[in-house]
Nanobody, 114 residues
Framework: QVQLVESGGGLVQPGGSLRLSCAVS????????VGWYRQAAGKQRELVAE???????NYANSVKGRFTISRNIAKNMVYLHMTNLKPEDTAVYYC????????WGQGTQVTVSS
């Protein structure tokens, strides 16, 4: 059974920064893709950023230049470093690992508000 556990969410002012962490049980290298999604209230879940096994990354246009996804293979950790946060970044952020399979964490709330 694969488990993904997110941490690092919270309340931050506009323009602030946060780093989300995702602990993956077992080796993250077994997955083709590991990434972060978010779901704002009343909206569909959307891709934020993902990192492929080979190290290439993909970002949503809305976060390019502000968010950075990274990983620590030895620790089986995936991170999302978020800077210049905006109120529209407010959402529950989910860690995802897939191919093979499709696994999700429980989510962590990020609220951007003054």
């Amino acid at each position: 059974q694969v488990q993904l556990v997110e941490s690092g969410g919270g309340l931050v002012q506009p323009g602030g920064s946060l780093r989300l962490s995702c602990a993956v049980s077992g080796s993250i290298f077994r997955f083709n893709v590991v990434g972060w999604y978010r779901q704002a209230a009343g909206k569909q879940r959307e891709l934020v950023a993902e990192i492929m096994r080979g190290g290439s990354t993909n970002y949503a246009n809305s976060v390019k230049g502000r968010f950075t996804i990274s990983r620590n293979i030895a620790k089986n950790m995936v991170y999302l470093h978020m800077t210049n946060l905006k109120p529209e970044d407010t959402a529950v952020y989910y860690c995802n690992a897939r191919v093979p399979g499709d696994f999700w964490g429980q989510g962590t709330q990020v609220t951007v508000s003054s």
